[in-house]
């Protein structure tokens, strides 16, 4: 009788309908398995399990807050544990395990969980990929996706959050999960104080003031760039590290030993699988032991090779190497390591795999036909612009730098344009220029005090009737010996004068060589997009539809980045050693900073601005490309136009008009901190766009997938296939032209090949070289590619995904027309006389050097 009236009262045995269990699925990876000398780590956490230290999940409503004392948090649900810690073992090759969560479910307390709160009790750290409910009532099945590292609490001040899969604007954020995701950005931007641990999950700003050492003297000082009228810079990511005892502006630095240990966020760690993170010891085995031990080996025997037979040993022979180095080298570099960056034969070390442009033909790279074309297909073929007077001006101020006008005349170039007038060929569009004479004159005085000697160079070039690039002329310049304000003196070269001819063309390849490392690559790429990447996770939730759309382009960049800071373009790093601008580098792609403009690293803008292009409304995309085979450009705009198609399609699903732009909080700072902080020195500019308009978000996000991924990969995975032969792209000059009547004027005449070799390619800087866009030009083996994603459920909306797909299997298509055109023979400038395809926006890859592929982010 009274459980009669208690069913009547409470429906009938209802408290059991609301309780009840539901089951998920966390896959994980332990530290074990990704740091193989943490035996320990692994015993640890299995003491700590048995002791009752164990990892606890609670489920948050994203439908129900508490409203006692709890800020209208979402209730939370009951502690569960994952299951089998102990008895689940993983293999040092697998990876990923699975565990299983069982939840006491209670449908009126959770209703629907929009977020899980973790506590790792355990003494180590583990990299948490997923949380995957089953048979959620009501809902199904519910992922979580989370990609982070999860230490231990002690290094925590509350538990971490992890939230589903769901996208939300802020002002449309459940209320149960709004404070959560406040507090979530408010952890990610940290205080600004202290130097940052590995644990620390901070992303702030800060100057490139790491770069040099002055606590080991004033040969190793460099200035700080960034946070100066003189020395603007893009920011990079702070670590927090104490100043230097002898300047306190400057940082100090690690000791090269600790190189893979400057601080970066953990989750912008490169990937336990990635072969970047081999490719990390690559670069510090260079730096630290290869490069002194290569210098020991060069300095005792002839610096140059005599011919070019010789530079073709390191790819069939190698280099001879004494014994006591190879002992030196094989004792500091693991072997696995050493058989992946050098081909070893006993004796033989230093032996390289062919590169592309000299697999087919070992002299075809001597062509002026294939000079001109790799401005149009190499790795720098975004410089090239159209000319528009004669001779070509200078923007230099002519009160500081005097007269800069050319002296390339109409003598030296009308009988080679195809019987027409300068005029007429300005007029039909078909004088081109390759110019860095601005660019480099203001430094190249200062430049030239160090081994370097070379020169600012203008190349003129015809685009002739069968479609290929045919040059004219090269002026190379030096600045006035009695002082700036007069002036260049100048040199005009023709092909007629073969020898001299040759050693022009090589120093428009230094020039071109060192413009392409430090701007086109380091600056316009690596360091211009990590100000986005930090402002990114400091004002835009996981939840927020454009931190989904942009994240994936983010992977690696800021670990590649900060590595790059410790090893390569820091005071006395390789890039100094490998590149002419020597101990000047980084100060010069600060100057060349001041020149940078957003809006026009949009591919139609960068086009239409070098005059390479015309807007017509008749052609494709309503841009008209004035050489038709322009193979970077007309794979790029294939694949710029299908990023923002897919960036539009996307952007639609939640934003239904420039209003509701307006109107997000997290956008709105978002865009400010890039502006102000980010790129601060930048930011009183009036070109930056508003973020009024939905138009400009969608070409914003557009400008930043297409720097990260396209055109990085466009200018990176070359740099081996090409410049993995010095002598075609060289890097450095160590003499100027030999005048008239001297001996070495005479040997250029008997010998030019010598001459070259001498002037450009010293066996130790060749060697190192190529030891290093050896590895630049190498895809790891889990890399992720454009129109692809690492996490299937990476969003729950369903309009999302199929703008998605359409986008992937656009990308697919666009790979395909890409090599029907490599097999059409008319199109000569993406075959060229060295029989090497234009592969370079082919969007997919396999792992290596392959000259393919567009990752979705500046990963190496």
């Known amino acids: 009788m009274f459980k009669n009236i208690i069913d009547a009262v409470t429906g009938g045995g209802d408290m059991q309908n609301h309780r009840q269990t539901v089951k998920g699925t966390v ?47 979402g209730k939370l649900g009951k502690a569960a544990y994952l299951e089998d810690w102990i008895t689940t073992f993983t293999p040092l090759t ?11 479910w209670d449908n009126e307390e959770i209703g629907t969980p929009g977020a899980f709160l973790i506590r790792n009790n355990h003494h180590s750290e583990f990299y948490l990929k997923s949380l995957t409910l089953e048979d959620v009532p009501s809902h199904g099945v519910i992922h979580f996706p989370c990609n982070s590292w999860v230490y231990p609490a002690s290094k925590y001040q509350n538990d971490r959050v992890f939230f589903s899969n769901k996208t939300y604007l802020p002002a449309e954020t459940p209320i149960s999960l709004l404070k959560y995701r406040e507090e ?75 190189s893979l240990n400057i601080y970066v966020p953990r989750d912008e760690r490169f990937g336990h699988l990635k072969l970047a993170d081999f490719l990390s010891y690559a670069l510090k085995s260079i730096v630290q032991v290869l490069k002194p031990e290569f210098e020991s080996i060069f300095d005792k025997t002839p610096n140059e090779f005599d011919s070019f037979e010789d530079v073709l040993e390191l790819y069939e022979g190698g280099l001879e190497v004494p014994e006591g180095v190879i002992k030196v080298i094989r004792d500091n570099v693991p072997l696995e390591m050493l058989k992946e960056i050098f081909r070893t034969d006993g004796e033989r070390f230093l032996k390289f795999p062919l590169p592309q442009v000299i697999a087919v033909d070992k002299f ?117 010996p009695e002082g700036d304000q007069h002036g260049a003196i100048s040199k005009v070269f023709v092909p007629e004068e073969n020898s001299l001819w040759q050693l022009a063309k090589g120093y428009v390849g230094v020039v071109d060589s060192g413009y392409h490392q430090l701007i086109s690559h380091w600056l316009h790429t690596h360091a211009v997009i990590e100000p986005f990447i930090i402002a990114t996770n400091r004002q835009l939730s996981v939840l927020h539809p454009i931190y989904k759309l942009l994240h994936p382009h983010y992977r690696d960049t800021m670990n590649i980045n900060a590595l790059g800071r410790q090893i390569l373009i820091n005071a006395g790093g390789a890039l ?55 193979p970077f450009a007309v794979d790029g705009l294939e694949i710029w136009f299908a990023t ?22 997290e956008l709105q700072s978002w865009w400010k901190e890039i502006r102000e902080k980010g790129h601060g020195d930048k930011k009183d500019e009036p070109w930056w766009p508003k973020m009024q308009t939905r138009e400009e978000l969608i070409e914003t996000c557009a400008i930043i997938i297409w720097t990260a991924s396209a055109l990085h990969a466009a200018i990176n995975f070359g740099q081996y296939p090409y410049g993995g032969y010095p002598p075609n792209r060289p890097a450095i000059s160590s003499k100027l032209v030999p005048e ?121």
């Not at 994980?28 to 048995?50: I, W």
């Not at 697998?94 to 006491?104: H, K, L, P, Q, R």
């Not at 081109?432 to 070379?454: V, W």
């Open 27 to 73: 896959v994980l990876m332990k530290k074990n398995v990704l740091d193989f000398n943490d035996f320990s780590a692994s015993l640890l956490d299995r003491l700590h399990e048995f002791l009752g230290k164990r990892v606890s999940l609670q489920l948050i409503s994203a439908v129900n807050a508490d409203n006692h004392g709890n800020g209208l948090k």
């Open 94 to 104: 697998a990876g990923e395990a699975a565990f299983t969560v069982t939840f006491d």
């Open 184 to 258: 979530e950005l408010e952890n990610l931007r940290g205080d600004g104080k202290g130097q940052l641990q590995e644990w620390d999950r901070v992303y702030d700003y800060e100057v490139y003031n790491d770069l040099g050492n002055p606590d080991k003297g004033p040969q190793h000082a460099r200035p700080v760039l960034g946070g100066s009228t003189e020395y603007p810079y893009p920011r990079r990511g702070r670590t927090g590290r104490a100043p230097a005892k002898s300047d306190p502006k400057y940082e100090s630095r690690l000791n090269l030993a600790l």
């Open 364 to 480: 075809a790279w001597r062509t002026d036909e294939e000079f001109a074309r790799e401005m149009l297909a190499g790795i720098n073929p975004v410089m090239i612009r159209r000319l528009e007077e004669f001779p070509p001006a200078s923007k230099l101020d002519p009160k500081v730098y005097g007269d800069q006008t050319s002296t390339i005349t109409k003598e030296h170039i009308e009988s080679n344009l195809e019987g027409h007038t300068i005029n007429e060929v300005i007029r039909e569009r078909k004088l081109f220029i390759l110019d860095h004479h601005d660019a480099l004159m203001p430094y190249l005085r200062r430049i030239n005090s160090t081994s370097t000697k070379t020169y600012a160079s203008r190349t003129l070039l015809l685009l002739q009737k069968n479609g290929t690039l045919k040059p004219l002329a090269i002026e190379l310049s030096l600045p006035h």
């Open 576 to 630: 100094e050693v490998t590149v002419f601008t020597s101990k000047y580098s980084m100060e010069f792609s600060s100057m060349l900073y001041k020149d940078w403009v957003f809006p026009e690293q949009a591919l139609p803008q960068d086009l239409l601005k070098r005059g390479v292009a015309v807007k017509d409304s008749s052609c494709p995309h309503g841009i008209k490309l004035l050489i038709e085979d322009y």
């Open 644 to 665: 923002k198609i897919w960036v539009e399609d996307y952007c639609s699903v939640y934003y239904k008009d420039d209003e509701s732009i307006k109107k997000d909080a």
């Open 740 to 860: 008239k009547g001297t001996p070495e004027y005479d040997e250029l005449l008997a010998n030019p090949d010598k001459t070259y070799l001498k002037t450009f390619t010293s066996q130790f800087k060749a060697v190192l070289g190529i030891s290093l866009v050896e590895i630049l030009s190498r895809h790891s083996s889990d890399e992720v590619y454009l129109g692809q994603r690492d996490t299937e459920n990476w969003t729950s909306d369903a309009d999302a995904l199929e703008a998605f797909a359409k986008f992937g299997k656009k990308i697919e298509d666009i790979e395909e027309g890409m090599k029907r055109m490599n097999n059409d023979e008319k199109l000569r400038n993406r075959y060229g006389p060295v029989k090497m395809p234009y592969t370079l926006l082919y969007p997919s890859s396999e792992g290596g050097v392959t000259g393919r592929g567009i990752p979705n982010s500046v990963s190496i």
